[in-house]
């Protein structure tokens, strides 16, 4: 498989942005004709996807490893796991992708939910699941006050269904302590990560091997420990960048980086944009720091936006 470097890091799969505080969902024909029915492996960095395959053939490949899907089924794909798909022609199905911050009450660090749809994975497809796609799909063409928080609340819906399939006897891979490990180590994360801690740091603090928590994070979140302590970096560098004047060498010396050039090369790697270029495309400024679109009375662009 391609070095992570190399791994396009896409907004949609298609797109090479993210678009923050857009939920979306469409029909997998209407992407993957396009790309002569192959999407090829990629990741979003902070976009979490819940794919319905209903019928037609269809095969995935997940963090280098391929296999055939039993239709109806049910995919969970949580932010960074490397995926891509080979369908057959007019395979149908749905796929909703979402703002994974946008959910804290389900994704969020420490939500009753966040550790089982922390992990890739597969389920048996409920037939009221096309109901639910079939509804965000209908809001999604309306133009009224309505339509944002129906789809919102369809989007929680679909969330919590692929939550009790994976959470349903004999549907995971993982040993049943595995989210339990992986929810402490989500909550050290939240507590250290400004910290500098290291693998061997968290490990440590866990009671675990750093070869245990890597076996834990790569069953439950398709990669590695490093892997998703840099990803989680890279979350939290981008929230301080929109939301926040920093100057960008003290977010990296508040996230444990002593070099504020290795900073910016690191959150390339993970983004594929630099620091400044993130900050640009997310509150409306250039990379000098000159706000270019704030709106006419006054405010900030992402009051309109919801970034």
Sequence with gaps: MAQCGAIPAFGLYGEARETPGMLHCERISHRARVHDWQIAPHRHPNLHQIMLIRRGNARVTVDGRGRDLPLPILLNIPPWVVHGFRFASGTEGYVLTLPADAFPEILGD?????????????????????????????????????????????????????????????????????????????????????????????????????????????????????????????????????????????????????????FSRAFRRQTGETPSMCRARLVGTDPTGRDVTSSRDGRDCRDDHGC
């Design 110 to 262: 420490g939500a009753p939910l966040a550790a089982t749809l922390a992990r890739w994975g597969t389920c048996p497809a409920e037939p009221a699941m096309d109901t639910a796609f079939e509804a965000l799909l209908s809001e999604r063409s309306r133009d009224d006050a309505t339509r944002a928080p129906m789809m919102r609340a369809l989007g929680a819906q679909i969330l919590c269904h692929a939550a009790r399939g994976l959470a349903a006897p004999g549907t995971g891979t993982a040993p049943a302590r595995y989210d339990g490990h992986m929810q402490a180590f989500d909550a050290a994360l939240h507590r250290h990560l400004r910290d500098g801690w290291r693998l061997t740091d968290y490990a440590s603090a866990l009671g675990l091997t750093p070869t245990h928590l890597n076996r834990v994070t790569r069953a439950l979140a398709g990669m590695s420990a490093g892997r998703y302590i840099d990803a989680r970096r890279a979350r939290e560098a981008q929230r301080l960048l929109a939301y926040t004047r920093l100057p960008i060498a003290e977010i990296g010396y508040a996230l444990g980086f002593e070099d504020p050039a290795y």
